[in-house]
């Protein structure tokens, strides 16, 4: 490993605190972070010289050992080692194309959208070392581009970049995703680049290895070219130590729900714990009744069990629990965690592609019958019938939509048993809940925009 | 020979159903008359000419032949399964 010696390393010290156990979780423009160190939030995106000012000029290349060595793998979910999905598109004939997958259409989520509004090149680093490494000439940002912000953050950054002339060979296209909660999964993506609508599709080879018009497309996760962007700086020894030994480097978490500011961004660094996380100024003082954790259709867990949770995404997948977008959201104390799985379940229905059958008819019924639940039908009957329907769906999708909704409607029924109960017996919860509001929040509407490319 | 097994692409299934009448002992309908494949290996040519039959059967071509080594690439990555929960997915309904 080398550290470039001009480059002022993006935490304090290279050694000391990151090196030890210690824990820290960085807001934007703390000393401690990583991917958000350098200036504070409110001075918004960091511009290219001031980029290049702190960190130094983008590096020639990015190694592979490097990225092997470094252990990095996706932070949209998948957890997949990156270097892997590079030397799979590597492999292939045709020319690869190198996508950044920055759609982010968890509702919650803001990670993605945050780290683009603040550091733009960072991403757009990691994005052009990884295709100058695939011998890639196109790179794609897919993005909302109704979350102005970042929008406007990434095309500025764009034009800052080819006015400097930095990325030579490298052509940055910013690609607008469709308005739906499937537009970010990899071959719906590849769908909508082929300029057809959000639609999964069954792969019979990941699309790093056959994507867009069958070229090797990689897609990856934003924040995943952020960190490509640092250990090319610093290597992967100094990138390792940002996470536990698991699961190497720090991490993004979104903080929604029931938590003072619902869509904070804080990055794990080091070994650090849900309940440093959700603890730390103005947080949680105590235990929350329950925590979604990793997206919509991701998973509830009890707030006693999610308290002594490991940030770490190895060790949590096998545990059952994906930390996957990186959504923490305590369930709000004056909410019902029944009544938000059933409107989580019924917006998730709404969110099929409408392909597969047990998506397209299960989904809606598994929704009906935990709205049923909410209105104190929780007969055994009831019950066994969902545990039926669980069944049916798990598995039978082209994707892996259903089997997330039955998912967070599995770990629901298991964290919220005494909810049911008392809801079949008086018809509301223990605390009378049921009605508030709980801070997650839903898209307005499920309008498909129709993909436009908005720059070139 | 390597060992084979049927393949489902759910999202071409319209559930017309001759699958599961030609190949029972690896295709059964689910609850809304939707293909449910068992993944487990072919046995025997007598199965594999079954299969190979509803492949070509199939008006939509939602079902394939795939080698067993193949199917964890093919598969769809699901969410892992929560602890605890019952985790029998495939195969046993």
Known sequence: MTVTETAAPPVDTMTGVMQTATSVVGLPGDPGSRLLSGPAQSGGAESLAAHQARLGALPTAVHLEELAASGLTGRGGGNFPFVKKVQLAASRPGTPLVVVNASESEPASRKDVTLLALRPHLVLDGAVLTARALGAAQVVVYLHSARTQSTHAVTAAVAQRRAAGIDASVTVTVVDAPQSYLSGESSALVSVLEGRGPVPSLRRVPVAATGVGGRPTLVSNAETYAHVALIARFGASWFRPGGPASSPGSTLLTLAGGVRSPGLVVESVGQTSLRQVLSGPGGLVEPPRAVLIGGYAGSWVSGEAAWSLPVDRSWLAAAGTSLGCGLVAPLDSSACGLAETARLLGYLASQSAGQCGPCVLGLPELAERFAALVDGQGSRRQLRRISELAVSIRGRGACAHPDGAVQLAETALGVFATEVRSHARRGTCPRRRCAATSGLPLPAGPAVAAAAVMSR | ?93
Do not use: F, K
Not at chain 2, 17 to 38: E, K, T
Not at chain 2, 51 to 58: E, G, L, Q
Not at chain 2, 62 to 76: D, F, K, M, N, R
């Open chain 2, 1 to 93: 020979m390597s060992a084979t097994r049927l393949v489902l692409d759910a999202a071409r299934c319209d559930g017309h159903g001759i699958c599961a009448l030609r190949c029972p002992d690896r295709v059964s309908l689910d609850q809304w008359g939707y293909a449910a494949v068992d993944p487990a290996p072919l046995e025997g040519r007598r199965m594999q000419r079954r299969a190979a039959n509803v492949v070509a059967a199939c008006p939509n071509g939602a079902l394939a032949i795939a080698a067993v080594a193949a199917v964890a690439a093919e598969t769809p990555p699901a969410p892992p399964s929560h602890t605890g929960a019952s985790d029998n997915r495939g195969g046993g309904r």
